[in-house]
DNA sequence: CGTATTGGATACGTTCGTGTATCGAACGTT
DNA sequence: AACGTTCGATACACGAACGTATCCAATACG
């Protein structure tokens, strides 16, 4: 008899079909106007179940974040350690390119970037996420130019920029659906950054 | 007599004071918590002054945000044109650092960014505001550029670069209010990007 | 200076979401 | 197979915000 939460498997099925439709209602409604209902009857339960498993709307959008977040980052860096050896700079253009462009997680995470800058805590948490993205993916872009014959001058400040290029471009992506200029400036001004943090290993180098 | 709204000066004063109160209530509570009443409140009225005024929340954002949006178009304009004929890197650097990072207004935005994207009606809203921007800030961009001796290759890419690069690095400015190494970075980076679409420009040139 | 009109305040009924407290049913353990 | 435990449903009382309808006061105009 665990004293907390016994977590069993009927539990954990529910918590997580809350958590599933969490994500789509915060989409649809936007942050501010989600309610318990509407993720409750979303995911096919009434707000008993909710209250048996969360303690408030906040805790629930934490945890459905956290769970997503890391779970795209995930999907960037197994993306671009795919580049391995291949041919130069297209390969890593096109890995670049493969980097999803979602509509429901960008409303999201752009709203609760909005919301955190109200709070210290959640500003800390994106922060840390900032952190781990850099942690995640910067040691595979390194990897990936260095396939290509470059050496990256200043990791952080490429790190940042790769991140606010991301964000910058994918609102314009995503503003512009069935405009396929957007895409491909946005692919161009990634390997334009890239280039511009880092230099040509020549045989004269070291 | 006129038919719809006289419009007279006590009017204009209190439509106003209302939409003032927006900005702040918006960027306050959020896009989806804020309340008629507490704009109300806020701009020392009661909902009687707002409902003889506005016929809903959204009337009165979509006013607020197009008179907001325009004023900051113009102050960036302003700024940069004010970079004239004077020395050539380090001014267009400064102009560029210059362009104001507002928390309010990040957060109005980057919500309303989100909720438009629901919504064909406000996604061409932002989409002319896009374009906009460019019309207003590029040939401002452009002559800068020429003083300081180098051709712009592609205007639309450059434009569309800027705006991406301003919209995702203001979001890692503010999430480290006391990290001044966030700014360094974020000028830096226009100044990569403004070289990146643009080539010196020769005597042996045409 | 007086009167008609407009602008804003007050009061009201309604809807919607919340959180708690209680109850019934599915689960799994021996 | 029976029984105790846990999970989720149902019922309830409360509060917040809305939009309208009505009323009083400030303004503009003759």
Redesign the interface.
Known sequence: MPAATPLTARRARTRQRLLDAALDVFA???????TVERVCERAGFTRGAFYSNFTSLDELFLAMWEQRSTAMVDDVRAALAGVADGSPDDALRAALAAIPVD?AW??VT??F??????NPAL?RV??AR?RSIQDAVLPVIVAALARTGRRVTDEA?LG??L???????T??V???PDDAT?RI??E??FM??L???STPITADDR
Chains 1, 2 share one sequence.
């Open positions: 649809e409604e936007g942050f501010g106007r989600t509509d960008y409303r752009a709203e970037t909005a919301h955190a800058l109200r500003r994106m922060a900032e400040a940042h920029a991140v606010a290029v991301h964000d910058g471009t609102v314009q995503l503003l512009e957007a400036r946005r161009a001004l334009n950054v280039h511009a943090y």
